[in-house]
C-alpha cells in the first residue's frame, strides 16, 4: 500500500483560489482512489469540508506538526498543493510541490519580493519534484529561480463544470442584464478599469463579488461613489457556490482584466457556462483563454467598452454556436484529467522511474 499525504491546509480559506483548487482537487481524487493508494488529508482543525470516501483518511494540522517536521510520519508521497506550505514532510517523504504562480513579483515591495523568493527557493532546493499551472507559470518559475537539474512538470487545474451546482439567484439581483467578476480584492485583479465602462451600458449591472474589506476593496469603493454609480455597481462580498453558479450562468460576459494569474479558474468556469470572457493580455490568461476569449489591447475605457459591445454583437449572431464551441474548449480542464496525471506522477515518483 502507497501512503500518500495532500496538504490541504489552504482549504481554510475556502473560497479563495486556492481553497476551491484544494477541495475540488480532494473530492475527485477521493471520488477515483486506486487500491493501492492509502490517502490522507493534512487539514486544519476547523473545516467545513466532509470528504466523499472512507479510504481518505484526515489529519489535524498542530503545533508540533508545523514546527518539528522531523515527527511528521513518513509517507511514500507528500504532496503540497501550494508553494509556501505551512507544513513541511520529515526527509523520509518523497516531496512534491506544487507551484501557482510567481504573483508576488509583481504584488510585493522589493524588501517582500527577495524575502519570498529567498522562502521560494528553500522549498524549491528541498522538494522532490516540481509542479505547475500553466506553462506562463512553469517559464516564470525558470527564469527566476535555481531550479538545478529538477525539471517542471506542468499539470493545467481542473475546473468544475458547476453542473452538480444547484444554482440559487442571488436576493441583491433586480432582474437587469448584468457583467460578471470575481475575485479576491488586491491590486492585481485590476478591477477599478471596469468601474467607467458602467457609465456606457445604461441597461447593465456590474457585479464584483470577493471579499471587499480589503484595502484595495476600499478604494474601489471610494471610485464607484466618486462615479456615481453605487446604484449600478454591486459589490456582494463572499458568496457561496450555489451564487456564484447561478452569476455565471445568467450573465452577458465574465470581465476580468487581471494583471496576474497562473491560471484564472473563472475563465474556465465561465466558459463551462457557454459565456464570453473579456481578459487581459498578462501573464497566463492568453494560454488558458485561447482562442475563443477576447482581448483588451489597453484598458482605455473606450477601447474596452467598444471591443465589449462590438464582440458582444457577434457573439449573439452566432446563435448557439459560440456557447457550443465555448462548452466544448472548457470540457479539456476537468478534475479527472488532473487528478489522473498526478495519480500517474506519484507511480513513477515512489517507483523512481523519473528525474526529480
Known amino acids: 500500500m502507497k501512503k500518500i499525504l495532500i496538504d490541504l491546509y489552504k482549504i481554510k480559506e475556502l473560497y479563495s483560489g486556492l481553497g476551491q483548487f484544494s477541495v475540488n482537487f480532494a473530492n475527485e481524487l477521493a471520488s477515483r482512489l486506486p487500491k493501492e493508494f492509502s490517502v490522507n488529508f493534512f487539514i486544519p482543525k476547523k473545516n467545513e469540508l466532509s470528504f466523499l470516501n472512507n479510504k481518505v483518511k484526515t489529519t489535524n494540522a498542530s503545533f508540533l506538526k508545523r ?25 523520509n517523504s518523497i516531496w512534491i510541490l506544487t507551484i501557482h504562480d510567481l ?19 528553500k522549498n524549491i532546493d528541498r522538494a522532490d519534484c516540481i509542479t505547475t499551472i500553466s506553462n506562463f507559470s512553469k517559464k516564470e518559475i525558470e ?8 525539471k517542471i512538470i506542468v499539470i493545467y487545474n ?14 441583491f439581483l433586480n432582474g437587469k442584464k448584468y457583467f460578471f467578476t470575481i475575485g479576491v480584492f488586491n491590486k492585481k485583479k485590476n478591477f477599478e478599469v471596469l468601474l467607467p465602462l458602467m457609465k456606457y451600458f445604461d441597461d447593465h449591472l456590474l457585479v464584483i463579488a470577493g471579499n471587499n474589506d480589503t484595502f484595495y476593496g476600499e478604494e474601489i469603493k471610494k471610485k464607484i461613489k466618486k462615479l456615481n454609480l453605487e446604484d449600478r455597481i454591486i459589490l ?4 457561496n457556490n450555489s451564487n456564484k453558479q447561478w452569476l455565471l450562468a445568467n450573465c452577458e460576459a465574465l470581465l476580468f482584466p487581471s494583471l496576474a494569474e497562473g491560471f484564472g479558474l473563472p475563465v474556465i468556469e ?18 488558458i483563454g485561447g482562442s475563443l476569449a477576447f482581448y483588451f489591447d489597453s484598458f482605455n475605457e473606450k477601447h474596452m467598452t467598444d471591443l465589449i459591445r462590438s464582440k458582444l454583437e457577434d457573439v449573439y449572431a452566432s446563435g448557439e454556436k459560440f456557447e457550443a464551441k465555448s462548452k466544448e474548449y472548457a470540457k479539456q ?22 528525474q526529480t
Open 103 to 121: 504573483n508576488f513579483l509583481i504584488e510585493k515591495n522589493e524588501g517582500k519580493k527577495a524575502k519570498y523568493l529567498k522562502l521560494l527557493q
Open 236 to 239: 456582494p462580498g463572499k458568496i
Open 67 to 91: 514546527y518539528f517536521p522531523s515527527l511528521n510520519e513518513t509517507y511514500n508521497i507528500w504532496h503540497s498543493l501550494h508553494q509556501f506550505p505551512s507544513f513541511l514532510p520529515n526527509k
Open 158 to 171: 481542473g475546473v468544475s463544470s458547476g453542473k452538480d451546482i444547484k444554482k440559487i439567484k442571488p436576493s
Open 143 to 150: 527564469n527566476n529561480m535555481d531550479l538545478g537539474l529538477k
Open 333 to 354: 480542464f476537468n478534475w479527472k484529467n488532473c487528478v489522473n496525471k498526478y495519480l500517474d506522477l506519484y507511480n513513477k515518483l515512489e517507483n523512481k522511474k523519473i
Open 270 to 287: 465561465a466558459m463551462y457556462e457557454g459565456k464570453p470572457v473579456f481578459l487581459s493580455k498578462h501573464t497566463s490568461l492568453p494560454e
